[in-house]
């Protein structure tokens, strides 16, 4: 197996787990370990063992994913690959967030963006600014999730990366979602859905549907909740999202168990559960076996209904999953409490309870001891009934408090938000204007780097060609004409010459007085640039012919002269930029300009070695004298061949 050919083996399985092809992603990356010449290479094996790690995580499968996480991390920092270490140790947090261990993914997250911002990583500082921010939503500290989320958007909106504004728009409706603030919600997932419909991310745009459902559901809008839905779940066929398949058709069960259409819901938790198993998501299979026990639970058919809950809590004990533990322990409790069989109803909620403590969990904290109520009132305990029910009471309005506590300090953040955004849109417009300024006077390429952060910009080119071009007698013609005609003749020639640059692909360096240098092969490098140089040559003087007479009897001439050779090139100045050649190629074309004729186009025999004769006629000048460099051979460009 070539190098090639491996690059491309690696790429193809980083595509087939982006559309969920999740065990064919495996089986790929795993045939690839069989090959020596991966074993050989330390940067693709860390690669193929990274891809893994994704592959295991969308399966659910923790352990495996961070074992192999652990792997290429390893690699990485041996060969000191810092660009895939950061990535690498985020993607470890990424596991930890889907263990519940949100110290351990803070932990990981932190440590990858200290490395981004040593390395100036605009990118990578965003992406875990806003994975920061999942961990804090996941602890209900939005406040706090709303601050990093903010510090991200700030980062994809500095560097215009749409995609990341898009995400962190969708993380802000999240956070409000979860607030029941729908409203704001819906504000914040339409502008997320606007963008990407925009950038043509279609994944992301049925996600964005998906969520604008979720918030109808909540508001009890079943048929709008369906509409946005449908939209989402044909986007995900369309482009063969299995995962976002599946996700949506949980999503129309939720609907149907919320219109009692039981059947319904049934049938399409059992559709989604069975795309879960083809692709191996184990995480999803229990989510979904939980829904069908629940949807038994309304047939009353609890002997049912406890063997899916049973099959969904040994999945979630499998993959670590606490908060769907304390689900499925709790709904199991919960149907032994409709059966009657109280000590068991009793073990199940305890154990739920138990840990739901350990894990810091109110929200599901406050479920159980309403549980507890129902059970010990049907078993007659009425004091141990109404004990728990305080504790439901207390638990419940501890949440309200703190999320009122929570709804005015975000209403203070947003306020902030709002006043940084305003301030956002003057600094962009003002950076706007500067980038302009920018790529109005230096090369786009070289304009885009200085604005990426380099510091230093300095390129060595083995073969470019350089031109200048004088005015013959300006002198004589600047005395004849007012400064007003002077300027604006000069504006006409060199305009036209900026168009013929652009027309061949060439870079104008600057004009000083009547000299006008421009040059092919830099700052994109080209192996035709002498041809597109010599091309140019002639139709400026094409163009200088046909130029209107600005004094009478005096007629407008040029002198040209090219070589080809290896030159320096690269910014100078700290306050006024100034994009800038050196080298003896300079030097010499400018030999060949000041030493040619008026009216003629004088090159280097090295350009006409390097532009060949079958592009070009050329006429022997023969040997002569060239101040500073000696005897050498020249020519005259005459015509395109």
Avoid at 254 to 266: F, I, N, P, R, T
Avoid at 390 to 400: G, H, N, R
Wanted: charged residues 25%; hydrophobic residues 40%; contains cysteine.
């Amino acid at each position: 197996m070539t190098y090639e050919e491996l690059q491309q083996a690696i790429e193809k399985c980083d595509d087939l787990w982006k559309s969920s092809q999740l065990q064919e992603a495996k089986a790929l990356a795993y045939e690839l370990l069989e090959h020596q010449e991966l074993q050989e290479d330390a940067q693709s094996l860390a690669k193929v063992y990274n891809l893994l790690g994704i592959v295991f995580w969308r399966l659910s499968d923790y352990p495996k994913a961070l074992e192999y996480f652990e792997k290429a991390l390893n690699i990485n920092k041996e060969i000191g690959d810092k660009l895939d270490i950061a990535p690498t140790l985020g993607n470890i947090g990424n596991v930890y967030v889907y263990l519940s261990d949100y110290p351990k993914a803070l932990e990981y997250f932190e440590k990858a963006l200290n490395i981004n911002e040593k390395n100036g990583n605009n990118d990578g500082i965003a992406v875990n600014l806003g994975n920061i921010g999942i961990v804090y939503k996941r602890l209900s500290d939005y406040p706090k999730a709303l601050e990093y989320y903010g510090r991200a958007l700030h980062i994809y909106e500095e560097i215009g990366k749409k995609v990341g504004i898009a995400a962190n728009l969708g993380n802000f409706g999240e956070v409000y979602r979860n607030l029941s603030n729908y409203p704001k919600a819906l504000e914040y997932y339409q502008k997320a859905l606007n963008i990407n419909e925009e950038i043509g991310r279609k994944d992301y745009t049925a996600a964005n549907l998906g969520n604008i459902g979720l918030v109808y559901l909540h508001l009890s809008d079943h048929p709008k909740a369906l509409e946005y839905y449908q939209k989402a779940l044909n986007i995900n066929e369309e482009i063969n999202n299995k995962l976002g398949i599946s996700n949506i058709l949980g999503n129309f069960g939720e609907v149907y168990l919320q219109q009692s259409d039981y059947s319904k819901a049934l049938e399409n938790f059992e559709k989604a559960m069975h795309i879960d198993e083809e692709i191996g998501d184990k995480a999803g299979i229990a989510f979904n076996l939980g829904n069908i026990g629940s949807v038994y639970l309304y047939f009353t058919d609890y002997s049912k209904s406890i063997e899916y809950y049973r099959k969904a809590l040994m999945i979630a004990k499998e993959i670590g999953d606490k908060a769907g533990i304390i689900r499925h322990l709790g709904n199991i409790g919960r149907a032994y409490t409709i059966l009657a069989d109280y000590p068991k109803a009793l073990e199940y909620l305890k154990n739920a309870y138990s840990l739901s403590i350990e894990i810091d969990t109110k929200n599901l904290t406050m479920q159980l001891l309403i549980l507890f109520s129902e059970l010990y009132e049907k078993m007659g305990e009425i004091n141990t009934a109404f004990s728990y029910y305080k504790q439901y009471i207390k638990v419940k309005d501890e949440i309200q408090s703190e999320e009122a506590t929570k709804q005015a300090q975000l209403m203070e953040h947003h306020r902030k938000i709002e006043e940084s955004e305003r301030d956002r849109q003057v600094k962009l417009a003002r950076f706007q204007e500067q980038e302009k300024i920018l790529h109005n006077i230096l090369p786009s390429q070289i304009a885009d780097r200085m604005i990426e952060g380099e510091k230093t910009i300095v390129d060595s080119y083995d073969s470019v060609s350089v031109l200048f071009a004088d005015i013959v007698g300006f002198t004589k013609l600047s005395q004849r004409v007012t400064p007003e005609q002077l300027v604006a003749g000069l504006d006409g020639i060199f305009n036209t010459f900026d168009l013929l640059a652009d027309k061949y692909g060439c870079e104008k360096i600057k004009t000083i007085g009547d000299c006008y240098m421009v040059v092919a092969g830099l700052p994109e490098r080209c192996d035709d640039h002498a041809k597109r140089l010599g091309a140019m040559a002639l139709e400026m003087q094409k163009a200088i012919e046909e130029l209107p007479v600005l004094v009478e009897n005096i007629s407008i001439a040029m002198r040209i002269g090219i070589h080809s050779g290896s030159v320096v090139a690269g910014i100078i100045g700290k306050n006024k930029y100034a994009y800038d050649l050196w080298g003896d190629a300079v030097n010499t074309a400018s030999r060949m300009e000041s030493h040619g004729e008026a009216g003629k186009i004088h090159v280097s025999e090295e350009f006409r070695n390097v532009v060949g004769e079958s592009s070009f006629t050329f006429i022997k000048r023969g040997e002569m004298d060239i101040k500073g460099k000696g005897m050498m051979k020249t020519y005259f460009l005459e015509s395109n061949r």
